[in-house]
C-alpha cells in the first residue's frame, strides 16, 4: 500500500495520512472506537493507490460515508467540529487559541455531565459561536453563556449551572488538589489516577507502592520485613506472639495491613506536604489511603491555611468473580507471574477489600465501585465539585468577572 499524505493547499503543508488522527476525530464527533477504527480504515483503502489527497476531499469522503451510514447526528458533529475551528478564543490574558469542542466538550464532562449530555451542549454552543459575526470571542462570553444555556436546560437546569460555576472559579483559584485513590490490589486505581491525570491535566501522580519500593532500598528486610511484601501478606512478618491463639485470620491480615500502612505513612504524608507547599495538584493512589489514617496523611492546617482541596475516595468491586477477572487482566500489564500470585491469596486481598470499604463508610469517605471509568471519573468529579461547594458563595458575576 503507497504512504498515504494530506495535502493542505490553504497552507501549503503536506503531512502523512495518520490514521489514528482520523480516529480521534471520527470518535469526537460521536463514533464508538471500533466504528471509527472500521471507518478510518475503509477510507484508507479506498485511497491505497493514491500519494496524495487534500484535506478538503478527505473531509468530504469522510461526510459521504456517514451519511452513507445513516449517521446525521455525527455528520453534524464532525462538520462542526471543521467548522469550530475556524473560532479564536481569547484568553483573559490576551491570547488567541482555536476553539477546540473536544476540549470544551471534556470540561463539560468534568463537572459531572454524561458524554451525550456533553454531546448537546456542545453542539449549541458551535451553533451559536458559528452565527457571530466575528470569529473571535473571550473565554469569559464562552463560559457565561454555557452557564445561562446550562441553567434554562430543561434536562439539566440550575444545580448543573452551579456546578459549571464553581469549578470554572476553582480552576482560575490558584489552590492545589489533592487526590487520595484508595483500594485493594485490582480494583483499577493505577488506571483511574492515569485517566484523571490525563483528563484534569495533572502532571504530578504517585503511587504508594513505589513509595513502599523506595523505602525498601533504604530499609533492609531484617530491620522491617513488613515493608518488604505485599500488604495483604504483611501479617505472616509480624510477631508470632502477636498473633495470639484466639485471633481470627481477617483481624491479623488487617492487623499487618495496618502496621504495614503506619510505616508508609510518613513518606506518604512529606509527599502531600511537598504537594500543598507547592501548590501543585497531586493524585496519591495505592492500598495504604487508610480512610482511618486521613489525619495522619494530610497536615489538615497547612491545607486550610493554602485551601488545598483535599478529595479521599475508595474503589472497590462488589463482585469477587469481577474482582478476579480484574486481576486476570492485569497479567496484560504487569507479570503473569504477579497475577497468579495475587490469584492465589484472593481471599485475603477479598478480605482486605471488605475491610477498607466498611472503613471509608465509617469514615464517611466516598465509596466508588469501577465498573466503567468513564462512570468513576464522573463520580470523582461530582465528589470534588460537592466539596468545593460547601463554601460556595460567589455570584456568577463576581466569577465570570475574574476569568
Not at 454555557?146 to 440550575?158: A, H
Not at 486505581?189 to 533504604?218: F, G, H, W
Amino acid at each position: 500500500m503507497a504512504k498515504l499524505q494530506v495535502e493542505n493547499p490553504e497552507e501549503g503543508t503536506l503531512v502523512p495520512f495518520l490514521r489514528g488522527i482520523l480516529i480521534s476525530s471520527l470518535q469526537d464527533a460521536g463514533l464508538t472506537f471500533d466504528e471509527a477504527l472500521t471507518l478510518a480504515g475503509d477510507i484508507r483503502t479506498q485511497h491505497s493507490s493514491a500519494s496524495v489527497i487534500t484535506t478538503d476531499a478527505l473531509r468530504d469522503n469522510v461526510i459521504a460515508r456517514l451519511t452513507e451510514s445513516d449517521k446525521p447526528n455525527q455528520v453534524l458533529r464532525y462538520q462542526q467540529r471543521k467548522i469550530a475551528n475556524l473560532i479564536r478564543v481569547e484568553a483573559n490574558d490576551g491570547q488567541f487559541s482555536d476553539f477546540s469542542p473536544t476540549e470544551y466538550r471534556h470540561s463539560l464532562e468534568t463537572i459531572g455531565l454524561k458524554s451525550e449530555e456533553a454531546l448537546q451542549i456542545m453542539e449549541t454552543v458551535s451553533s451559536h459561536l458559528m452565527k457571530r459575526e466575528s470569529g473571535e470571542v473571550s473565554s469569559r462570553y464562552i463560559a457565561q453563556f454555557t452557564y445561562r444555556l446550562l441553567r434554562k436546560s430543561r434536562n439539566l437546569g440550575p444545580a448543573v449551572a452551579r456546578r459549571w460555576l464553581v469549578w470554572r472559579d476553582f480552576l482560575h483559584s490558584g489552590k492545589p488538589i489533592i487526590f487520595l485513590i484508595g483500594g485493594t490490589a485490582g480494583c483499577g486505581k493505577s488506571s483511574t489516577a492515569t485517566y484523571l491525570a490525563n483528563r484534569l491535566d495533572i502532571v504530578r501522580t504517585q503511587s504508594t507502592d513505589m513509595l513502599r519500593e523506595v523505602m525498601r532500598a533504604a530499609i533492609s528486610r531484617q530491620s522491617k520485613p513488613m515493608l518488604h511484601v505485599s500488604s495483604f501478606l504483611a501479617w505472616a512478618e509480624m510477631p508470632r506472639s502477636s498473633h495470639g491463639s484466639d485471633v481470627d485470620k481477617e483481624r491479623i491480615l488487617v492487623d499487618g495491613y495496618c502496621t504495614q500502612t503506619e510505616l508508609l505513612s510518613v513518606a506518604i504524608s512529606a509527599v502531600i506536604k511537598r504537594a500543598i507547599h507547592e501548590r501543585v495538584p497531586l493524585i496519591m493512589e495505592g492500598v495504604h489511603i487508610h480512610p482511618a489514617f486521613l489525619d495522619r496523611l494530610v497536615d489538615y492546617e497547612q491545607a486550610q491555611e493554602s485551601g488545598a482541596i483535599i478529595v479521599p475516595v475508595m474503589l472497590g468491586m462488589l463482585k469477587r468473580k469481577q474482582l478476579q477477572r480484574r486481576i486476570k487482566g492485569r497479567s496484560t500489564e504487569v507479570p503473569q507471574r504477579r497475577a497468579k500470585r495475587y490469584l492465589k491469596y484472593f481471599d485475603d486481598i477479598w478480605r482486605l477489600q471488605t475491610y477498607l470499604l466498611s472503613e471509608a463508610d465509617t469514615a464517611h469517605v466516598t465509596i466508588i465501585i469501577n465498573e466503567n471509568r468513564e462512570d468513576v471519573f464522573r463520580e470523582i468529579m461530582l465528589t470534588t465539585i460537592g466539596k468545593l461547594s460547601e463554601n460556595f458563595d460567589k455570584t456568577p458575576e463576581q466569577v465570570f468577572r475574574s476569568l
